[in-house]
């Protein structure tokens, strides 16, 4: 079976600090993908980015980077110079290539970040 | 933006009623899910579908029921309405449901029963 886990349920920070929100992750299968979206206070369900198990690099796109560490099972995402802007809930999210079934990826809870000005 | 919208938006209703929430995709994906939002939880699967009349279970499905009669729609109908439903209900899709395909989403539907 497979786990994600956002330990930090609520982050708080003043605009301009850097934020890093914990994505762990749990699967006995090799080949998988993760995943990590944004819902702003809207509502919506913004897709971020999209990682497979064999890539490790990590990813920035402007002030967002991605550390993706298969050793610890990891996926963190930070936010450098956090704005308010940025003030959502943050998901990470699991899809693992289980033969002969539906993919269906497994969420995390959520982390909330709210950046005060 | 994927094509995806859901009806209503928002509805209140009354415990012991039933209820249709409508997903509705412009994209000719194949895969459609059903996703409940409830603090704590984050997201969990309610029902999908792999395709016109081809539908399956998630992990809350108790109380829920789903019809895929065309492509582009696919219905999630509470046959009697609870307050335990009260929830944030979102609309995914995927266009063959692999593993490596990132789901988009709908705007959500806020549904409150009294």
């Known amino acids: 079976a497979q786990k994600v886990t956002q330990a930090q349920t609520e982050i708080s920070v003043v605009e301009k600090e850097d934020v890093t929100l914990d994505c762990v992750y749990e699967?006995?299968?090799?080949?998988?993908?993760l995943f990590w979206y944004k819902q702003p206070p809207s509502g919506e369900l913004v897709f971020l980015i999209r990682?497979?198990?064999?890539?490790?690099q990590n990813e920035i796109s402007g002030r967002y980077s991605w550390n993706f560490q298969k050793s610890t099972s990891s996926f963190n995402f930070t936010i450098t110079a956090s704005q308010v802007v940025d003030s959502a809930v943050y998901f990470c999210?699991?899809?693992?290539?289980?033969?002969?079934?539906?993919?269906?990826?497994?969420f995390g809870r959520g982390t909330s970040l709210i950046v005060h000005p | 933006d994927a094509g995806i919208t859901q009806s209503p938006r928002h509805k209140v209703t009354e415990t012991g009623t039933p209820v249709t929430l409508r997903c509705h995709q412009t994209?000719?994906?194949?895969?459609m899910y059903w996703y409940r939002q409830d603090p704590g939880h984050g997201l969990r699967l309610i029902h999908y579908?792999?395709?016109?009349?081809?539908?399956d279970k998630g992990e809350v499905s108790d109380g829920y029921s789903v019809s895929r009669s065309k492509t582009e729609d696919f219905l999630l109908t509470l046959e009697s309405a609870t307050s335990s439903q009260t929830s944030v209900y979102f609309c995914?899709?995927?266009?063959?449901?692999?593993?490596?395909?990132?789901?988009?989403f709908g705007p959500g539907t806020r549904l409150l029963v009294l």
């Open positions: 995914a899709i995927s266009e063959s449901g692999t593993y490596e395909e990132t789901q988009y």
């Open positions: 699967t006995r299968d090799t080949t998988y993908y």
């Open positions: 990682r497979n198990s064999f890539d490790e």
């Open positions: 999210a699991l899809s693992v290539d289980q033969a002969g079934g539906s993919y269906i990826p497994t």
């Open positions: 994209e000719n994906h194949r895969y």
């Open positions: 579908s792999y395709g016109v009349k081809d539908t």
